[in-house]
Structures are given as C-alpha cells and as structure tokens.
T-cell receptor, first 115, second 112 residues
Framework: GAGVSQSPSNKVTEKGKDVELRCDPI?????LYWYRQSLGQGLEFLIY????????KSGLPSDRFSAERTGGSVSTLTIQRTQQEDSAVYLC?????????????FGPGTRLTVL | GENVEQHPSTLSVQEGDSAVIKCTYS??????FPWYKQELGKGPQLIID?????GEKKDQRIAVTLNKTAKHFSLHITETQPEDSAVYFC???????????FGTGTRLKVLA
C-alpha cells in the first residue's frame, strides 16, 4: 500500500516568495503532523491535525507559517515571505489514531532552499 | 517541559561490532518509546518500539531495553553492517497525548 507522500521533493525559492508544501497521508489515518528538520538537526514539531478537531499550532515558528488539512486528508503547509532561515527539510507524518502510542509514518520530506 | 536526551551524537563502529545508543526522558507519564532510522535523503522509519509494560524487546539484530525507574531506554544493534549507517532518533510519548518528544539523533557510521 502507499505510504505518506510529499511534494515537491525539492523546492528552491527566492527570499520573500511564498511556498506551498503538500502532504498526502496514508488513507484512513486521522492524525497528521508536520515537522521541520534543519541540517543535521533533530525533528522540530510544527503542527498537528486530528480529524475535525482544531489543530495544535503551537510549534509554528512565526505567523508566516500556516497549514490546512482539507477533508481530513491532504494537508498543505504554507510559508509566506520566505527567509533564508526557513531552509530545511519539512517532514509530514500520519498515524492511525490520536494516541501517542500510535506509530507515526513519515513521508520522504520536502527539501526547501531559500536563496 | 518534556525532554528527551540522546547520546552519543555520533558513533563510529567497525563492521561486526555492536552499537549502543542511549536516551533519557523526563516525563514519568511516558509509556511508549519508538526508535526511528533515517537514511540519507529519506524520512525516518520506525525500526523498533517498546511499551512500558516490558523491559526488553528484540527483533533480530536490534534490541531495545527500558528502565522505567531510571527513565532510560537504549537501542542495541549487534553484528553491525554498513547498511546500518544512518541517523537514529529515539522518542518518548504516552497514550494520553499525541506528541512524540524526539531525541536529537545519533549519526551511526559502520566502517567496513
């Protein structure tokens, strides 16, 4: 079966431009997470969606970052007015349930480079 | 807040030797401890996990041990092979929350 997919795999943009990153979770998974991984660093939690509940946006680093999840499936992470410090790999994960003891399945990530 | 410390940050071993990565967590409510392997250019993949009702779990060359009293858990890889080279992340979570608290990662290099 298909895993978590993300697009694009690579994105190069100029400082100040907006970018949209897409995540397709595993079918039937109700929970969806976005993480940021800077070069050689760990996983920084950004945002969490669970079903129709209000998302947990506590990890978003600034108001330039936003995310949506339409129809409980596909999610889009938008970064407005990109800055060089936004350069990182953005990872999406999904899980079957909302409990922390559910395995999170990760996508391959989108590598964002801001020039 | 909750925290997971992971050591070492880098580890080099000769092929065939064992590798051990250690993590310490702070939240006593944590009851689920997954380990992820991230190969270059890929997303992390779960390789083994352990729940708090057991002290050890083994899957072929990989094992994880948990000491709840000390809030320590460790990943053990025996008979290492070059394809074990990757970054390994530990995490702690609980059934009462949805967040994983990840360690900072260990870059393992297996030298042929």
């Amino acid at each position: 079966g298909a895993g978590v997919s993300q697009s694009p795999s690579n994105k190069v943009t100029e400082k100040g431009k907006d970018v949209e990153l897409r995540c397709d979770p595993i079918s039937g998974h109700t929970a969806l997470y976005w993480y940021r991984q800077s070069l050689g660093q760990g996983l920084e939690f950004l945002i969490y969606f669970q079903g129709n509940s209000a998302p947990d946006k506590s990890g978003l680093p600034s108001d330039r970052f936003s995310a949506e999840r339409t129809g409980g499936s596909v999610s889009t992470l938008t970064i407005q007015r990109t800055q060089q410090e936004d350069s990182a790999v953005y990872l999406c994960a999904s899980s079957l349930g909302s409990g922390g003891d559910n395995e999170q399945f990760f996508g391959p990530g989108t590598r964002l480079t801001v020039l | 807040g909750e925290n997971v410390e992971q050591h070492p940050s880098t580890l080099s071993v000769q092929e065939g030797d064992s590798a051990v990565i250690k993590c310490t967590y702070s939240d006593s409510a944590s009851n689920y401890f997954p380990w992820y392997k991230q190969e270059l250019g890929k997303g992390p993949q779960l390789i083994i996990d352990i729940r708090s009702n057991v002290g050890e779990k083994k899957d072929q060359r990989i094992a994880v041990t948990l000491n709840k009293t000390a809030k320590h858990f460790s990943l053990h890889i025996t008979e290492t092979q070059p394809e074990d080279s990757a970054v390994y992340f530990c995490a702690a979570s609980s059934s009462g929350t949805y967040k994983y608290i990840f360690g900072t990662g260990t870059r393992l290099k297996v030298l042929a």
